[in-house]
């Protein structure tokens, strides 16, 4: 079984900053793209931020220039640098990956969520 597990979330004013991160455990045999979702409160799931294996990234408009992605192949990590946080960047943040488990077998995970809130 595989498993994504983030950490990192927490209360933070704002101007600050947070790192999240997302482990994949479990057997794998290739992870591609590694992503960040957010969901706001009483709003959809949005894309934040995205890493390919190869390192190429992309952004949502709304974080690009603060927010920073970043992986670990080794470790089977992905990292979100939060910098410069604005109110509106409170949301649950979730951990996503299409892993493949074996030469057959590949499926979409996802992490179960870390709070983020950006208040005074």
């Known amino acids: 079984q595989v498993q994504l597990v983030e950490s990192g979330g927490g209360l933070v004013q704002p101007g600050g900053s947070l790192r999240l991160s997302c482990a994949a455990s479990?057997?794998?045999?290739?992870?591609?793209?590694m992503a960040w979702y957010r969901q706001p409160p009483g709003k959809q799931r949005e894309l934040a931020a995205v890493?390919?294996?190869?390192?190429?990234?992309n952004y949502a408009d709304s974080v690009k220039g603060r927010f920073t992605i970043s992986r670990d192949n080794a470790k089977n990590t992905t990292y979100l640098q939060m910098n410069s946080l604005k109110p509106e960047d409170t949301a649950v943040y979730y951990c996503?990956?299409?892993?493949?488990?074996?030469?057959?077998?590949?499926?979409?995970?996802w992490g179960q969520g870390t709070q983020v809130t950006v208040s005074s």
């Open positions: 479990g057997s794998i045999f290739t992870i591609y793209n």
């Open positions: 996503n990956a299409p892993i493949r488990t074996d030469r057959l077998n590949i499926r979409n995970y």
């Open positions: 890493i390919a294996s190869s390192g190429n990234t």
